[in-house]
């Protein structure tokens, strides 16, 4: 286990996942019975842009850091800024959503200034309302001991060293019969995708109506495709698929199976996913996809069915997917 996200905090496959995440749980939070949420792979839960790791990747500064103190662009956008501000308001960190314990309280993203990212444990934690529940599992010995610290003593959340996907068998269903879960893996291991879909599986099997999120790198098209299509077989109905790319497509001819590729972008499928966020998430990807390019051939967004949501409709459509190369021309990110 190598994997630390703290190289990778608010890059843009950080800022694809946060977003998506924010909408799922303000989608909960509109229905006064308490919900669940479950994540498998939670990470330490709050990140140091200043700090060793994400200084010397600098990724951040191809995500976060191109939103911050600017128009968001998309109702979307601006809640999930808003979140953020609550953990970088002048020293006063901390941001504890309904439940204010004087641990931070929502401000303006203008107004201040980026030092800490808040990781999905995290934007969870913000939303929670005083009857929801959240169990997060993280296996690495460090992370999990930050996790702990970064929670604090909330009697609302769970935390286990835990393998994730053994998770999902000891805490689905939750009581609540509602609810989210998130898979969020390192990919370090190389059957991860197959683990991923077994786990999707299982969740699925144990918790039919429950809203199941998982992101994944767009990489190397193989592999992907293979996923992509072994998930589309697996018998689970209703699976949005969403995409934010920033770099130039990868070339599936010049691809040489044995090179590691670089990220060019990343995706989630959302198992039933909430009505109308694909609205939602049509209003922000573009302008996002847009802001966050880093070539002119980089900004690519979709949002389509990896299956059907009624027989009907067509999987794997991409009638809905576009691409912002060329309005990434008329502006220059800072
Ligand atoms: C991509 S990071 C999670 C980031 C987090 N979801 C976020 O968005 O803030 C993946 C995490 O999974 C942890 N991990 C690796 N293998 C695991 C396993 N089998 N079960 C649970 N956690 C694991 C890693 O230590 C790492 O912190």
Redesign the pocket.
């Known amino acids: 286990?190598n994997?630390?996200?703290a190289f990778?905090?608010g890059n843009p496959g950080?800022v694809l996942?946060?977003l998506v995440?924010v909408l799922l749980l303000d989608h909960l939070r509109r229905k006064d019975s308490p919900f669940a949420y479950l994540?498998?792979?939670?990470?330490?839960?709050l990140?140091d842009l200043a700090a060793d790791a994400a200084s010397r990747t600098g990724e951040h500064e191809s995500g976060i850091r191109r939103l911050w103190g600017e128009p968001p662009g998309s109702p979307a956008l601006a809640r999930y800024l808003e979140i953020i501000a609550r953990f970088n308001d002048g020293g006063r960190d901390g941001g504890d959503g309904d439940r204010d314990r004087g641990r931070g309280r929502p401000s303006d993203a203008a107004a201040t200034s980026l030092r800490h990212y808040?990781?999905?444990?995290?934007?969870a934690q913000a939303l929670l309302r005083a009857d929801d529940r959240m169990t997060l599992?993280?296996?690495?010995p460090e992370?999990?001991q930050a996790l702990r610290r970064q929670v604090g003593d909330d009697p609302r959340v769970g935390v286990h060293r835990?393998?994730?996907?053994?998770?999902l068998k000891a805490f689905l269903p939750p009581k609540e019969r509602r609810g989210l879960v998130?898979i969020?893996?390192?990919?370090?291991?190389p059957d991860e995708y197959d683990a991923l879909v077994r786990g999707l599986q299982l969740a699925h099997r144990r918790f039919p109506a429950g809203i199941l999120a998982a992101?994944y790198p767009v990489k190397r098209s193989a592999p992907l495709r293979a996923f992509e299509a072994s998930l589309a077989a697996a018998g689970i109905p209703k699976i949005l698929r969403v995409e934010l790319s920033t770099r130039a497509d990868l070339d599936p001819k010049a691809a040489d199976p044995d090179t590691p590729e670089r990220m060019v972008g990343s995706r989630l499928v959302i198992v039933n996913p909430p009505w109308r966020l694909d609205e939602s998430l049509r209003a922000a990807l573009p302008g996002l996809a847009r802001r966050l390019a880093s070539d002119e051939q980089g900004g690519r967004w979709r949002v389509d069915w990896l299956v059907a949501e009624r027989p009907a409709d067509a999987t794997g459509s991409s009638a809905h997917a576009g691409s912002s190369a060329r309005a990434g021309k008329r502006r220059r990110h800072r």
Do not use: I, V
Not at 162 to 167: A, E, T, V, W
């Open positions: 286990m994997y630390r996200h990778h905090a950080d996942k946060h995440l994540e498998t792979h939670a990470g330490r839960g990140y808040p990781g999905s444990p995290t934007f599992c993280e296996l690495h992370e999990h835990l393998d994730g996907y053994n998770g998130l969020d893996p390192p990919y370090e291991r992101w």
